[in-house]
């Protein structure tokens, strides 16, 4: 079950950062920030923790704070610029973050070398969780109370009238100016916002994994924070869980046994779920029937029930046994996604029959994708002369 747990863990830590970017994109901005602002809130709360002696829930808001302080300073500079050229401003914040944690050190000497930023070795020794004699469940079960908050908070704003003024602005900016918005401090609130709850990200991520460094708040995190709300979708925050679910639990774990051939099919296969479901997961589940839904949730919930007790059996027999009928060859956890992905469409013969449909509408718009991308000339017209 340990693996269970940390994959839980993960997603809730990648969820909080993908919603950080939920609440931007929803103006219509498109930032690469996000890691820094997670960067921000792993350090701080590391320090407050590890060096100041901190409890981790009042290290968490000074920090998330901290990182909504250093957001708003940001919103401000990037109101200038739009589209591409706030992508790459936003890129160059976060990479002048990283860099400043790459040259920085405070470190405490004790008896032994302390905790503390030692530059490019990393952040060591932020074990609040161990110290406190905190399991892997009580971990996982505290990252997904503070995740289901988060979640709550962003869905009470999106469907209040704050939520739909930033809707508004997102949609068409000068038509919500021409009513009396102020797009300024709709745009500045929502970078602020991205940035207290990348700053919460950023300090569960630093506590349940005890040692970070700077390279782990590069680029590649940043595209994943925008990722996951433009693959689930703007349509509500369950849309970011499920890509989160989806890239982090599929793409990343369930397919790490095929080593090195996992890399060539984890962007193919972001393409195909996108062209399946151009509007984000959560349109597809909109778009079922009542009974087809029914038979979603219902087997999703059966099937990791299955999976679950199939992994609890496992570790019972290892132990049971003292290791001599101990996993050898596929591991169990990818042979447990396998059955997942085979138990969950063959649920109903509905849903395979629904599947096939969808195969051919998303072969032609996976085929127009490659024809506007390659630039191939459109077929000539019957009669027109060569």
């Keep these: 079950m340990q693996f269970w747990y940390g994959l839980a863990q993960l997603i809730g830590v990648h969820t909080i950062l993908g919603l950080s970017a939920y609440v931007v994109l929803l103006t219509g901005q498109v930032t690469l920030a996000q890691a820094g602002f997670f960067s921000i809130g792993a350090f701080l709360s590391g320090m407050l923790t590890a060096i100041a002696g901190w409890h981790i829930v009042p290290a968490l808001l000074v920090a998330a704070a901290a990182a909504a302080a250093v957001a708003t300073i940001v919103g401000f500079p990037a109101l200038r610029v739009k589209g591409l050229m706030l992508v790459v401003a936003t890129i160059a914040f976060g990479e002048a ?175 195909v779920a996108m062209n399946v479901s151009p509007r984000g997961f959560v349109s597809v589940y909109r778009d079922m029937s009542p009974y087809w839904r029914r038979r979603v949730c219902g087997g999703t919930v059966f099937t990791l029930v299955l999976v679950l007790a199939g992994e609890a059996a496992g570790d019972a027999i290892v132990a049971f046994t003292g290791g001599l009928f101990g996993r050898t060859g596929l591991q169990f956890n990818h042979m447990a996604w396998i059955v997942f992905l085979v138990v969950m469409p063959a649920w109903s013969w509905r849903g395979v029959i629904e599947l096939a449909r969808m195969i051919p509408a998303a072969a032609k718009r996976l085929h127009g994708t490659f024809e506007e991308a390659f630039g191939r000339p459109a077929a000539r017209r019957p009669g027109r002369p060569a």
């Excluded at 349509?235 to 499920?242: C, D, E, I, K, S």
């Design 97 to 271: 973050v990283r860099l400043f944690w790459l040259n920085f050190t405070s470190e405490v000497q004790h008896l032994v070398v302390g905790p503390g930023p030692q530059g490019g070795t990393g952040f060591n020794q932020i074990r609040f969780f161990p110290a406190h004699g905190w399991t892997d469940l009580d971990r996982a079960l505290f990252i997904w109370a503070i995740m289901a908050i988060v979640m709550a908070g962003i869905w009470w704003l999106d469907r209040s009238r704050a939520g739909a003024v930033m809707r508004a602005v997102g949609e068409d900016g000068l038509a919500a100016q021409s009513v009396g918005v102020n797009l300024t401090v709709v745009k500045v609130s929502a970078f602020a916002l991205g940035g207290f709850i990348a700053g919460i990200g950023g300090t569960l991520y630093a506590h349940y994994t005890t040692h970070i460094g700077p390279n782990s708040f590069g680029i590649v995190l940043a595209i994943f924070a925008v990722a996951y709300p433009i693959v689930g979708g703007l349509h509500n925050v369950f849309g970011t869980l499920a890509a989160v679910i989806f890239i982090q639990g599929f793409l990343v774990e369930g397919l790490r046994f095929l080593g090195d051939w996992r890399n060539l099919l984890f962007g193919f296969l972001i393409v």
